[in-house]
């Protein structure tokens, strides 16, 4: 089952991710609290809770404890989307399924060290993160390891071994696009 970049994202949204935790980060109104159900206040008082954790995470952890804690968090996101079934026809395809992510999600791709290394371009001018709400204008460059744990068990997955991924450009963390480089490991 192939996994549009449409598809990719509404499932994102549905997630429990977005519902235990990143509605504030992507516009849900929590400024009537006192008329909510109890477990509306909760689920509220959960976004609120992690906002303020992305928020500050910079001004407490060095970015090695930073990454660890944030990339390992995107298992979550991965398992809650199946994405080891959506990918299962692309296992040991490599070529087939970034020709998959060029056509359906629109990235370009290129090529380092003999094809050992290959640079995803995301090929969008605005962060495409579902969890992110773009009219605030708030950046969360933390969820950027989110994207790299995400990228890495996609790729190893694909790859039938594991890969390291690492953004190299990020909109979250200022810069014009998002880039992935994903190293294959022999």
Same mark, same amino acid.
Not at 15 to 22: K, L, N, P, V
Not at 39 to 46: E, G, N, T
Not at 122 to 127: D, G, H, L, M
């Given at each position: 089952m192939?996994?549009?970049?449409? =598809?990719?994202? !509404? &499932?994102a949204c549905l997630?429990? *991710? %977005?519902? %235990?935790?990143?509605n504030t980060i992507s516009g849900v109104n929590t400024s009537n609290n006192a008329e909510m159900p109890d477990?509306?206040?909760?689920? @509220? /008082?959960?976004q609120k809770w992690i906002s303020e954790i992305?928020?500050?995470l910079d001004n407490n952890l060095p970015e090695t404890e930073i990454c660890k804690l944030v990339k390992s968090a995107s298992l979550a996101h991965y398992q809650n989307? =199946? /994405?080891d079934i959506s990918l299962a026809s692309y296992i040991g395809k490599m070529n087939d399924f970034i020709r998959f992510i060029e056509k359906e999600w629109g990235? !370009?791709?290129s090529y380092e060290d003999n094809g050992k290394v290959i640079l995803a371009d995301?090929? !969008?001018? *605005? %962060? @495409?993160c579902p969890l992110i709400n773009k009219s605030e204008g708030i950046k969360y460059p933390a969820l950027c390891f989110c994207s790299e744990g995400f990228a890495e068990m996609m790729f190893s997955k694909v790859n039938g071994?594991? $890969? &390291?991924?690492? $953004?190299i450009s990020s909109i979250q963390r200022g810069n014009e696009k998002c880039v992935y480089r994903i190293t294959l490991k022999e």
């Open positions: 192939a996994l549009s970049r449409r =598809n990719f994202i !509404k &499932k997630s429990s *991710a %977005c519902i %235990c935790g990143f477990d509306d206040r909760s689920a @509220v /008082m959960f992305l928020t500050n989307l =199946n /994405m990235w !370009k791709f995301e090929n !969008k001018s *605005a %962060c @495409v071994s594991p $890969v &390291k991924a690492t $953004v």
